[in-house]
């Protein structure tokens, strides 16, 4: 559908993207906004880039534009030119208040069945707290009332409960795991709610009995923390007894049952970094990766560098943020070489890179932002946010207060409504708004973080994407082929003028 402007003027997209290809004599042209990719020709890519330089020139006419009618048509229906009184930002806020109205049907609960935790992470955020070990059955009670009154109180908004295991270490207490879950599940066949429930583990303490305990409460997803191999891993995750975890970790692993996935977190330094190729050998060793692959996976978590509870952390083992987008690359590639290196030898069919797009941010944090979103410790405490669910400043009600009297406490009421972008003028004037995966964060705000948060695609958006296009022109083979991503994603196919 053509966009229509009565006065014929337009202006370049403010999140237009220009990247030029000069292998192909080509141009790639990205929207963050609408989330768009096409692909011409030099002269129109070069035409786009001056008038995008020029400011002056870049309210334009549709008449005027030096272009053929059928292209200049194709840039407004897909957006890179928008009518001259488009407001971009407004946009955005819309999309963020509707996606805030859909998200906000499901109950959304992060609960810590025990503070206390079996590691001394050199990293961890709670590692200086005076945990409580485990939940006590009154506190269970004390939620699952709770939350029978927030779903009676909310029956036409709400149609879905979801529950995320956090810690501290969850699995010290897995008896509360499976007590609340029982209730939860009873709860959800009552009242017609979907019910879904994640479960945040270091890994140690998955016996086959807690296993048992997960299937039966219908846990289905794990994330569990590996910090490289065994030397790195035990270095940055010890145990408080000094015993070996790592073994144990992948022994415990091999006991995944059928249905269940697990998503592996590798916090990355240069020191884990330079590593990294012994834990994939030693995930296959025990039969884990790529064996049981799709049902095991793994990414990287970018470990930033603070003072860590006081110790002795030296800044240049530490990846800056555009070290760490080179190294997500670099990553991909080596996960990709490995899985080859074991299909070919298992006569299993190779596999293609899928191709990386920046995913549109809804600028939602489903505990800050929503209204039935809650972080409840041990101790019966709620808040709002993971980070600070052993701050008692942060904390600053208790279960027992009831669902009416927190939900419509003023303060409640704020930390529903915040939107990092209205907060920070460098945020809401930056190109990479609409794909930043870091701006929402409600504790980077308060703590004034710095140096400021970014999204890796400011590092690397246009090499990313260049790269990945020349490689499925080259290599069709390694890649995912752009004429199938037409299907899925909003991507122009060149235009019949292109060079190839």
């Known amino acids: 559908m053509s966009i229509i402007n009565s006065n014929n003027e337009y202006k370049l997209s403010y999140f237009n993207f220009y990247i030029p290809v000069k292998e192909t004599d080509e141009w790639l042209l990205y929207n963050s906004l609408y989330q768009k990719i096409f692909i ?8 786009l880039k001056q008038l995008d330089q020029d400011f002056d020139s870049n309210i334009l006419n549709k008449k005027d534009l030096n272009l053929d009618k059928e292209i200049k048509q194709k840039l407004i229906d897909e957006r890179f030119l928008i009518p001259v009184d488009s407001n971009e930002y407004e946009i955005l806020q819309n999309r963020w208040t509707e996606i805030r109205k859909t998200k906000s049907r499901r109950l959304f609960l992060v609960i810590l069945p025990s503070n206390n935790c079996n590691m001394s992470c050199l990293y961890c955020f709670e590692s200086d707290r005076n945990p409580t070990n485990k939940m006590k059955d009154y506190t269970m009670n004390q939620i699952l009332e709770f939350l029978e009154n927030a779903i009676i109180f909310e029956k036409l908004n709400i149609n879905e409960l979801s529950v995320i295991w956090f810690g501290g270490e969850p699995l010290i207490y897995p008896e509360g795991i499976d007590k609340l879950s029982q209730g939860f599940l009873t709860l959800c066949k009552r009242y017609h709610l979907k019910y879904t429930s994640r479960l945040f583990t270091n890994g140690y303490l998955l016996s086959t009995k807690n296993w048992n305990i997960l299937m039966r409460n219908s846990i289905r997803n794990i994330d569990i923390t590996i910090d490289g191999n065994k030397d790195t891993h035990s270095l940055n995750r010890p145990l408080k007894t000094g015993n070996d975890s790592y073994h144990k970790i992948l022994e415990n692993l091999t006991h995944l049952p059928p249905g269940i996935k697990v998503l592996i977190r590798i916090n990355v330094d240069k020191k884990v970094y330079e590593k990294i190729e012994d834990l994939f050998y030693d995930l296959n060793a025990y039969r884990l990766w790529p064996q049981k692959h799709p049902y095991i996976s793994l990414y990287l978590g970018f470990k930033r560098y603070y ?19 080179e190294i997500k690359e670099d990553f991909r590639e080596l996960k990709q070489k490995l899985y080859n290196n074991w299909a070919t030898k298992n006569n299993v069919r190779n596999a293609k890179l899928a191709w990386r797009f920046p995913e549109m941010n809804p600028f939602y944090c489903e505990s800050i932002n929503s209204p039935y ?20 400043q942060r904390m600053i009600f208790h279960i027992k207060d009831g669902y009416k009297a927190i939900v419509n406490n003023k303060a409640f009421k704020q930390l529903c409504s915040f939107l990092q972008p209205e907060y920070d003028d460098v945020c809401r004037t930056c190109k990479y708004l609409p794909i930043c995966d870091k701006g929402y964060c409600y504790d980077f705000h308060i703590v004034k973080c710095l140096p400021r948060p970014c999204t890796t695609w400011k590092c690397n958006l246009k090499e990313v994407l260049k790269k990945q296009y020349l490689l499925s022109l080259e290599k069709p083979d390694q890649i995912q082929s752009i004429e199938n991503l037409c299907k899925t994603f909003k991507i122009e196919k060149k235009d019949e003028n292109s060079s190839h």
């Open 373 to 392: 979103g809650f972080v409840i410790n041990a101790d019966g405490y709620v808040g709002k946010c993971w980070n600070h669910s052993l701050d008692p």
């Open 40 to 47: 011409t020709r030099s002269n129109v890519g070069n035409i």
């Open 307 to 325: 003072d860590f509870n006081g110790q002795k952390l030296i800044k240049s083992d530490f990846f800056t943020l555009k070290e760490f987008a």
